[in-house]
């Protein structure tokens, strides 16, 4: 099938009027109608209802005009990123993390892209999660990973569930239930525990507690710190405890003992998100680089 029939249907579809269509694509009016009626012979239905006053779609043409569209655009993302590739493309690529962000996937994905686009510089910053959402949506990044808290919170941006991190809980060597061969949810009921929660971020005693329930125990405090380094400082010198993700599992030492949530299907779920109409053709081919995860069943959490 000829593409350029498709961009001349999705005009005709836009003006539904065959004469402002052909105007855009640069034809004569007469040329538009042959292209849509030979498209409409090759598909083997009628597109449009179409009298001497007005040009409308049928319900088969409806259908059609929302895959051209994936279809068109799909084809143009291609183009885009081979002609990337081709040209040796250099540019510059502002990556955003929030400070719950797993640091292997960030480091990973990036890794594959400079394998792919070696001459595009990458600069990559960590801000909480008011700032990140602020930056992207103001065009200071280009590409952030968050948790599911900002996806959405941004008009016209687009996002995709990328990794799936599963829930430990985090103590002090010296802690009384450290000596325990496994955790269980309800060992965790009235222990009083740390949570890192940004200005302006997703985390919220509240919210925690609501999240500490799907897990199957409840809290008896919650202590509030503004980083990651200050939760750990606060768990290693109290018999305080914590929740943190698997990537953030791999980044203690000694001084901690770290336990599986056994019988939880609790998990963080991470995401790359981008501003729509980002101009940067180097942000899209980050975002197309990662694979989104099919729908998951299980219950999530927004934050740790």
Do not use: W
């Not at 919220?204 to 409840?218: A, Y």
């Amino acid at each position: 099938m000829d593409t350029q029939k498709l961009i001349y249907f999705i005009a005709a579809v836009k003006h539904l009027n065959f004469t402002k269509a052909a105007n855009e694509c640069h034809i004569a009016q007469t040329a538009m109608s042959r292209y849509i009626s030979s498209l409409e012979r090759e598909l083997g239905f009628q597109l449009f209802y179409r009298d001497n006053r007005n040009v409308s779609l049928t319900a088969a043409g409806e259908s059609f005009y929302q895959e051209a569209v994936l279809l068109t655009e799909g084809l143009e993302r291609a183009a885009a990123q081979a002609r990337l590739i081709a040209n040796g493309y250099e540019g510059v690529l502002r990556i955003g993390f929030g400070p719950s962000a797993e640091r292997e996937l960030v480091v990973s994905s990036m890794e594959q892209f400079v394998q792919r686009y070696p001459k595009v510089e990458l600069i990559c910053l960590e801000y909480n999660y008011s700032l990140l959402v602020d930056h992207l949506a103001h065009g200071f990044l280009d590409v952030i990973f968050s948790l599911s808290c900002c996806p959405g919170t941004v008009e016209g941006t687009i996002y995709k569930e990328i990794k799936r991190s599963d829930i430990y809980v985090m103590m002090s060597k010296r802690h009384p239930l450290a000596s325990k061969d496994k955790l269980d949810p309800q060992d965790l009921n009235g222990m009083d525990f740390v949570i890192h929660q940004e200005s302006g971020g997703p985390k919220s005693p509240k919210n925690f507690i609501e999240s500490c329930s799907l897990l199957g125990f409840r809290p008896n405090s919650t202590l509030v710190v503004n980083t990651y380094e200050a939760k750990k400082l606060t768990v290693q010198v109290s018999r305080k405890v914590a929740l943190i993700t698997a990537g953030q599992k791999k980044l203690l030492d000694s001084n901690f003992r770290v336990f599986p949530l056994t019988g939880s299907s609790l998990q963080a779920m991470f995401y790359i998100t981008m501003l729509q109409y980002n101009t940067n053709p180097a942000a899209k081919a980050f975002y197309d680089l990662l694979p989104a995860l099919p729908p998951r069943k299980k219950a999530s959490i927004s934050g740790t």
